[in-house]
């Protein structure tokens, strides 16, 4: 008897609301400040925090294995082959052991008194997404940035809804989202690998599963906003469309693949979703100088949409991208001017 109640103390002990997972690629000068955002003893023992290092070539093994070495109930690193940031949740999502999964880049942090929140909540309701709200800050000033006043204005806190309540209403991305673990395994979808822009695979793979999410409104997530080389600089984007188009199609397909057996109200979802990155491909395009033949490639895009995923299509809400259409891409060169004047910011 008293070895079967050793075993379940031994069992509970390893049970953890809450898997964090931090991709990790060459984050020496973040990720101790990433780490130490999660050392709270209200929290500690509900968490997990897996430090994926994808192949880094600097320090960043050394300080996961620190945090590892003190708090090793806590914190675990994971080395692994470089293969891009899809690929660290991929592996996070495969080790996780908690009841919910979130991702938290290592060059990012969260606040802890929001994140001690974040986690009571997680304990004390059984949504499958909870939403919480996060903050832009200016690696610079160090100051946060007004890029979302109201990510959630449509949207009652600390309420339970159904999940078809809030669709049209908002889109919940990756840094607010915490999604039950099951839910995301059972998609059973690998997270395209050495790709950028790889984070709305995050969202749509478990929306097909969801019936419930919570809402809070703590600023959980501290996004760091203006590092050298970030895929947001619209530079980054012009270099890398072929991988945004490549999440595009990936979208795009898994819209298809859902239809049979989805919801009504989570297949509109990732539709709009969808058309959300449709319209963010078409940015890019304008984002160009003329006489690039991105007109073609905009032109042509648009219909593949139009006669191959119509709902997806009409979802586009963009006055640009409407505007196009109705002159059938001839004011094209004028978006391009239009764009001009902020082509340093996306």
Known sequence: MRRILLVEVRRRMNEKILTITIPSYNVEAYLEDCLESF????????????????????????????????YPNTYRLINKENGGHGSTINTGAAEAKGKYFKVVDGDDWVDTRSFIRLVKVLKEIDADIVAS????????????????EHPF????????????????KTIIDMHATTVKTELYRKAGEQIDEHTFYVDVEFIAFPIPYVQTVYFIEDHVYQYR????????????????????????????QYCNKIEKFA??????YIRELTATILTSQMKIYISFPLRNGMRKKAMKLDAYFYHKNRAVYEKVKNPAVLFLRKTRYAAFPLAVLAFKGRRNSY
Do not use: C
Request: proline share 3%.
């Open 263 to 268: 919801p009504e109200a989570n297949l509109e």
């Open 39 to 70: 050392v709270n003893s209200e929290v500690m023992d509900d968490i997990e925090v897996l430090i994926v290092n994808d192949g880094s070539g600097d320090r960043t093994e050394e300080i996961a294995r620190r945090y590892e070495s003190k």
């Open 225 to 252: 906003l203006g590092l050298p080389g970030q895929s947001m600089s619209i530079q980054k984007m012009q270099k890398n469309l072929k991988n945004h188009l490549k999440v595009l199609m990936r979208l795009n």
């Open 133 to 148: 709200n996060y903050t832009w800050i200016n690696h610079t000033t160090k100051m946060p940035e007004e890029r979302q």
């Open 153 to 168: 204005e449509k949207i009652e806190y600390n309420r339970m809804y159904n999940f078809e309540e809030i669709v049209g």
